[in-house]
């Protein structure tokens, strides 16, 4: 595959299985700098965020204030008495198992503040128009400069540093725009130090997030009733799709977190309601299943998210790495591991290649672009009027029409609330509106209830399960995990519906995948061994002469 600047992406092997397959990584990161494995990226001045945000909110208030939203809500009004706002709990009214995974998220920040300082950076790849290319330092993060794409770099170029503005007087740049970026990289690195640098990627995010912007307090309580930080959970899903629920990629990854078509045709079938891939509504429930699952399994949400980019096996070898330097947890093992693969494909792909395989700088950067984006989420839903979403679940086919006629919506923002939407709501699927009609069908906005005590129990004894991929893969641990799907299954709600269906759907792959012996071959083969020792000797020896 090949990204947005033509830069060819690490392809995939069929031992690294993969559930998803990134849209909007593969938009966001254009290029790469071969010499030191890292992606060049954005560093955007604060104000442009204040700047596409403000645009964000404003779009969203013509949307949620326009008159084809008005009526609905009118006619409504005199049938229905006022609902109650709803907002996300506070934190003291969390299930015992959010304060569990509240724990986790919290060490998961900590080691990314420690082994990835710069993950802050990735708030701003989609937080500016596209156009510009942006300048920064690898050190500590500091923005050097913002340069058009196209123009004088050096009347037009904007530093934030002052005893910077003078690197290019004098100076004639190269006319193509890759060399021009290398050439100014060369001057700054002597005054700086490393620098980084990217283009912008701001119209992935800005139209969808003021379309769907006034969604997140929504969305966010979905993720969170599955045991997921809402943040991560959205911030997610603004790398892999700006929000888009209709995103699909050359992979055909589809929708809100880009699931692979034939992965969501497995869900379909394994479900017992009819799931409409393009409703982002539709897909957030089983995006924070599957999330809350690999997290589970991996004791952190670092490598499960990684494990959406690179897949299973190539995360494990990574893990399997990291534990070989001495990494204390699965987490630091992981980051370890992770800069360890980075700085080996520096020295050679080909003579290392067995340790890493298809993990390459995307899969790198993947975890802490999604946590970079955490601030993103945050200030997209407080500059969103937020808009409650109700869920029927049909009993038969509902045409567009008479959603029309029966609401008073209008095709737009009916549509809004479901991308899916074309001609019809199909039987057993899920329409949304912002506010419950009872001949539509049950109510299964299940965001807007507590959990039941049944489903908040084994979501809670389900996420303190013991953590690790070893133990996951062993016959022995498919009948725990086949004992949470029956408990969810037994709880009779809609989340622990989705839940047993997505623990099936894993146990199905844990059990069928060849990740188990592929890893195992991995940490026992001698000459793997022999090969880390060789390549740990190498870096050792290059930094020594540093």
């Known amino acids: ?64 204030s326009s008159p084809a939203s008005l009526p609905f809500a009118a ?146 309580l979905i993720y969170e009733r599955f045991g ?53 509504t539709t897909q957030a429930p089983y995006c924070a299943a599957y999330l809350s699952i690999l997290a589970t399994m991996y004791g952190s949400f670092i490598p499960a998210l990684s494990e959406h980019h690179a897949g299973g096996v190539n995360v494990g070898r990574t893990v399997i790495n990291g534990e070989r330097l001495g990494g204390a947890d699965t987490r630091e093992q992981y980051l370890m591991g992770s800069e360890f693969v980075r700085d080996l494909r520096n020295i050679s792909i080909r003579r290392y290649r067995e340790l890493f395989r298809t993990y390459g700088p ?17 200030q997209l839903r407080v500059g969103a009027v937020q808009t409650p979403i109700f869920a029927m679940r049909t009993t038969r086919n509902l045409p567009l029409s008479e959603l029309r006629r029966k609401t008073g919506l209008s095709t737009t923002e009916l549509k809004r609330f479901n991308p899916a939407l074309v001609k019809q709501v199909p039987a057993r699927a899920n329409v949304y509106l912002p506010e419950y009609v009872e001949e539509f069908g049950e109510d299964v906005s299940f965001w807007h209830r507590p959990a039941t005590p049944s489903f908040a129990a084994a979501l809670n004894d389900f996420v303190r399960l013991e953590a690790g991929v070893e133990r996951w893969h062993e016959a022995s641990f498919e009948a725990t995990l086949r004992e949470f799907q029956e408990r969810f299954q037994e709880t009779g709600t809609e989340e622990g519906t989705v839940m047993a269906t997505t623990l099936r759907y894993v146990i199905g792959d844990l059990r069928t995948s060849r990740r188990a012996a592929i890893l195992s071959e991995f940490r026992t083969n001698g000459r793997i061994l022999d090969l880390f020792r060789r390549g740990l000797q190498e870096l050792r020896a290059g930094a020594s002469d540093d």
């Open 1 to 64: 595959m090949v990204s947005s600047d033509g830069q060819r992406r690490e392809p995939t092997r069929p031992d690294d299985h993969n559930m998803w397959r990134t849209f909007g990584l593969q938009c966001a990161l254009s290029s790469c700098d071969r010499r030191n494995g890292r992606v060049e990226s954005p560093l955007v001045p604060m104000r442009n965020l204040a700047v596409l945000l403000g645009l964000v909110s404003a779009l969203a208030f013509v949307l949620s």
């Open 75 to 220: 006619a409504r009004a005199q049938t229905q008495p006022p609902l109650p706002a709803v907002e996300a709990p506070p934190r003291s009214a969390l299930l015992p198992a959010q304060e569990h995974v509240h724990a986790r998220y919290q060490a998961d920040i900590a080691a990314v503040q420690r082994f990835r300082p710069t993950h802050h950076f990735w708030r701003h790849i989609f937080t500016i128009p596209d156009g510009s290319i942006i300048f920064g330092s690898a050190e500590d993060g500091r923005l050097l400069a913002t340069f058009p794409t196209q123009g004088n770099w050096a009347r037009e170029g904007v530093w934030e540093d002052a005893a910077l503005e003078d690197t290019l007087e004098g100076i004639r740049l190269q006319s193509r725009l890759t060399r021009r970026r290398d050439q100014v990289e060369a001057l700054l690195t002597p005054i700086v130090g490393e620098v980084v640098h990217n283009p912008t990627r701001g119209r992935f995010l800005s139209p969808h997030a003021a379309r769907y912007g006034g969604f997140l307090d929504q969305w966010g």
């Open 228 to 280: 997921v930080p809402a943040e991560i959970g959205l911030a997610q899903a603004v790398v892999e799709s700006g929000l888009n629920g209709r995103a699909r990629s050359g992979a055909d990854a589809r929708g809100f977190c880009q699931f692979l078509r034939r992965n969501w045709n497995h869900l379909d079938r394994l479900a017992p309601n009819v799931i409409e891939v393009y409703n982002q």
């Open 362 to 378: 995307r899969s790198f950067l993947y975890s802490e672009m999604v946590f970079g984006n955490t601030v993103n989420v945050q």
